[in-house]
């Protein structure tokens, strides 16, 4: 199992980028995948997750409304996509999935997955 994101660069404020991440070794549909980010001297905070097989999604409100994540079998990929871009929106955001995780409302933000990809960079101006 491998996940590669990419997708990030620097953009301005209101703007958009669509985040991608590229699987190997599984069906993406069979796992839960998460979309995870890091800003410079904050702790790692969950952003998305679509849960496997019933592709329920969750967000975090700061994201809500703006965010889209989504996933393509035939295309061995999960993305995010980012609209309407603030600047704490700037992190390195990961992907991750795991085939057996049990994705709920109350749990989703501090479940574990197992597989992580590297990380993309993703820089909002002003």
């Known amino acids: 199992v491998q996940l590669q994101a990419s997708g990030g660069g620097l953009v301005r404020a209101g703007e958009s980028l669509t985040l991608s991440c590229a699987t190997s070794?599984?069906?993406?549909?069979?796992?839960?995948i998460g979309w995870f980010r890091r800003a410079p001297g904050k702790e790692r905070e969950a952003v998305s997750v679509?849960?496997?097989?019933?592709?329920?999604?969750y967000y975090s409100d700061s994201v809500k409304g703006r965010f889209t994540i989504s996933r393509d079998d035939a295309k061995n990929a999960a993305y995010l996509q980012m609209n309407s871009l603030k600047p704490e929106d700037t992190a390195i955001y990961y992907c991750?999935?795991?085939?057996?995780?049990?994705?709920?409302?109350?749990?989703?933000?501090?479940?574990?997955?197992?597989?992580w990809g590297q990380g993309t960079q993703v820089t909002v101006s002003s």
């Open positions: 070794g599984f069906a993406p549909s069979s796992y839960s």
């Open positions: 679509i849960t496997r097989y019933h592709d329920i999604t």
């Open positions: 991750a999935a795991d085939p057996f995780v049990s994705l709920t409302l109350e749990n989703w933000k501090s479940a574990y997955f197992e597989y």
